[in-house]
């Protein structure tokens, strides 16, 4: 600020009645007290003080500007002094970009407990499914699943984002249990459709294969008849009877473990090695609202035990959420369709 200088000069000059005495209080020269305030004066264009051998008085637009000119000095001392304050204690806004399914269920319930603790930090969350740029959309915390591609960013891992095959028993009685991927063509399936506007595959690996090579994979993609946005719809799609979905394990887990959901193919079925991460854009100087929030979160979430459950330990803990088919009959000459019990 060019006029900042001679602002000061000006109203220290005011106070005191004198540029001797104004300069005794800013600790200057009373020569460089009167070149910042004949400096202020060219750039305003008005006189602003009467001046004789023996005292200084304001002109009238020098009385006028005075007011003015104090309250912008305290505006700037106040500012100064708010981000001191919040440079050691959680005070401000912090937002929050989360993903809506992981944001309503994971994140929401622990930002009351925070902001009764610090009163002075307010949290604004933007629940969406968009991937969005932390940096031009003025956000502070970032939380989504997948690999963060910008490298500018710190990147906290929250936990695994395994993939689960699920449907209905619902389903199950009506289409049969797959007992290979081959058999996936035969059935109905409802997918996530990703922001790009394209569906991911649905991977797979034989029943006891420790290989990652692509070459052992077995990729299949569905052709849909429903596709969502949301991870979490293409559950309720299920629960619906809309077929074979594949969804995050932890939108699933409630459904699984109530029975209103199944694991389909849950030997072969590739859970992927996603994660959900939390990301911000600095680590230097991170201000105490971040800080607080960052490691509030960090720390709760990594107290929930869903949130690290793999699919092979919640089958290893509940077997029953496991689609089990019913051993094929011959009818007709023909090898009848395995149906879940």
């Known amino acids: 600020m060019k006029q900042l200088q001679g602002l000061i000069a000006f109203t220290e000059v005011a106070a005191a009645g004198s540029l001797t005495a104004a300069a005794a209080r800013l600790d200057l020269t009373p020569a460089a007290v009167s070149k910042s305030l004949l400096r202020l004066e060219e750039q305003l264009g008005v006189?602003?003080?009467?001046?004789?051998?023996?005292?200084?008085?304001?002109?009238?637009?020098?009385?006028?500007?005075?007011?003015?000119?104090?309250?912008?000095?305290?505006?700037?001392?106040?500012?100064?002094?708010?981000?001191?304050?919040?440079?050691?204690?959680?005070?401000g806004r912090v937002r929050?970009?989360?993903?809506?399914?992981?944001?309503?269920?994971?994140?929401?319930?622990?930002?009351?407990?925070?902001?009764?603790?610090?009163?002075?930090?307010?949290?604004?969350?933007?629940?969406?499914?968009?991937?969005?740029?932390?940096?031009?959309?003025?956000?502070?915390?970032?939380?989504?699943?997948?690999?963060?591609?910008?490298?500018?960013?710190?990147?906290?891992?929250?936990?695994p984002l395994p993939l689960a095959l699920l449907a209905s028993p619902g389903y199950l009685r009506r289409a049969g249990v797959p007992q290979s991927p081959d058999e996936l063509p035969g059935?109905?399936?409802?997918?996530?459709?990703?922001?790009?506007?394209?569906?991911?595959?649905?991977?797979?690996?034989?029943?006891?294969?420790?290989?990652?090579?692509?070459?052992?994979?077995?990729?299949?993609?569905?052709?849909?008849?429903?596709?969502?946005?949301?991870?979490?719809?293409?559950?309720?799609?299920?629960?619906?009877?809309?077929?074979?979905?594949?969804?995050g394990l932890h939108h699933a887990l409630p459904f699984l473990r109530?029975?209103?959901?199944?694991?389909?193919?849950?030997?072969?079925?590739d859970a992927g090695d996603r994660e959900v991460v939390l990301h911000y854009p600095h680590r230097q100087y991170l201000a105490p609202r971040m800080r607080v929030v960052v490691d509030h979160l960090l720390a709760q979430l990594a107290q929930a035990s869903d949130l690290h459950l793999s699919p092979a330990e919640l089958v290893a803990q509940l077997p029953a959420c496991v689609a089990k088919a019913v051993p094929a009959k011959v009818q007709s000459g023909r090898r009848a369709v395995s149906r879940a019990p």
């Open 47 to 91: 006189r602003l003080f009467n001046r004789s051998t023996r005292r200084l008085r304001l002109t009238g637009e020098g009385s006028a500007f005075l007011d003015k000119a104090r309250a912008a000095l305290r505006a700037l001392d106040e500012a100064v002094a708010e981000v001191s304050q919040s440079a050691t204690a959680p005070v």
């Open 96 to 159: 929050i970009s989360v993903g809506m399914a992981f944001g309503r269920r994971w994140v929401l319930p622990l930002l009351p407990a925070l902001t009764r603790k610090h009163p002075q930090l307010s949290i604004d969350v933007d629940l969406d499914n968009r991937p969005v740029d932390l940096v031009a959309e003025g956000f502070d915390i970032g939380i989504r699943g997948g690999l963060i591609e910008d490298s500018s960013l710190i990147a906290r891992r929250i936990c």
């Open 187 to 247: 059935h109905t399936c409802s997918v996530v459709r990703l922001t790009s506007g394209a569906q991911g595959v649905w991977r797979f690996r034989r029943p006891g294969s420790r290989s990652t090579s692509r070459a052992s994979n077995i990729e299949f993609a569905p052709e849909p008849q429903l596709s969502v946005s949301d991870p979490e719809a293409v559950i309720e799609l299920a629960l619906a009877d809309a077929g074979i979905v594949q969804a």
């Open 258 to 269: 109530s029975g209103r959901l199944k694991l389909v193919l849950a030997d072969w079925h």
